[in-house]
């Protein structure tokens, strides 16, 4: 790994401002909590007991090797993965305190107050209006609907961009403007959590680094969980990092600068160090 390479004992590093600093306004409450939640798919078991709190209103990354079982955690917290047969979820995953697995939660209900945002732009073949509005339309929440579009779109930074062509096809934007549609469709709806399977993976590095401001802004209002394969991004974006490895099993959790400056666990320490991985 080529990145922070400031002649620090660690390849990555935790800028300024980042991490800590945040939580020192006060300790965040736990919005999320899984409890021994293991994950198998058939016979074979892609998470295996892990028992995390994540806190509201924090960016919370999820990182580790390709197969570690990050998506898997994510999708199981807002359900996703009752949509894959082959799955089987054993344990619990509360989201204020309620385990969204209880047979009397409405998996459609829990992902409006738990959006996703996927790691390609996927906007839908609409106007970059519908495509804001889709969600809102959906629940007849249909009262001063362009304000809602308007604030929406501003919240995600593309109303600037898009103000005059609300009515184009969301498909003609560049990949990075496709992905803050996708995240104003996500957040339009007020959900209190928004999921982020690699959101940046498939754009260039100018709209990248926007999408990461835009993470940063998104944890004034929201509870921002993101799986990504870059480490210096998680170290730039997260107040708290967990790392996942092979097996499915939960290694370390805590705050960001902790888990990159002074991890506890060695297998960790040989992963962020790109010792393997
Ligand atoms: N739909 C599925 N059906 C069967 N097995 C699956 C399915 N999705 C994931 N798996 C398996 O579960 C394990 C964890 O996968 P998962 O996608 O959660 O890992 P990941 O850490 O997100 O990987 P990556 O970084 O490559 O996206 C892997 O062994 C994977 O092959």
Partial sequence: MSEGSSGDEYAVSVPEGRGRDRDADGEASTIIESRDLSVWYNDEQALQSVSMEIPEKRVTAMVGPSGCGKSTYLRSINRMNDLIDAARVEGEMLFNGKNVYDDDVDPVALRRRIG???????????????????????????????????????????????????????????GGQQQRLCIARAIAVDPEVVLMDEPASALDPVATSKIEDLIDEMAEEFTVIIVTHNMQQAARISDKTAVFLTGGELVEFDDTDKVFENPENDRVEDYITGKFG
């Fill in 116 to 174: 996703m945002v996927f790691q390609q732009p996927n906007p839908f073949p609409k106007s970059i209006y519908d495509n804001v509005a889709y969600g809102l339309r959906l629940q007849d929440r249909t009262e001063n609907l362009d304000e809602k579009v308007e604030e929406a779109l501003r919240k995600a930074a593309l109303w600037d961009e898009v103000k005059d062509q609300l009515d184009q096809s969301g498909l003609d934007l560049s």
